[in-house]
């Protein structure tokens, strides 16, 4: 088990967030997909998402940009809740 203070390196698998890619952006929606490692397409709302990393805003996220997500439920299903972007 890791320590509390320990900063954890995505690098070294150690990273808490699942891994996938963002398929498609649709900015006039104020959404996005991003494909997990199982392949199944996950939507995200530009509103309600918290960007972590690099990304600082909507903007600064990419169709094809590899990201850290979590998930969570909403009254619409599974949604991303956190995108991680690594440098």
Known sequence: MSEPDE??????GKDLFHQGI?????PTNNMG???TESG???PFS???VILLGEAK????????QEV???LGWT?????????????
């Open 68 to 70: 850290g997500y979590d």
């Open 33 to 35: 997909l991003v494909r």
């Open 57 to 64: 805003k909507p903007n600064d996220l990419r169709e094809g």
């Open 7 to 12: 900063v954890l390196d995505p690098k070294d």
């Open 75 to 87: 009254s619409k299903g599974l949604r991303i809740t956190k995108i991680k972007v690594y440098p």
């Open 22 to 26: 963002i398929t498609k952006l649709f």
């Open 40 to 42: 199944r397409e996950v």
């Open 46 to 48: 530009f509103e309600f």
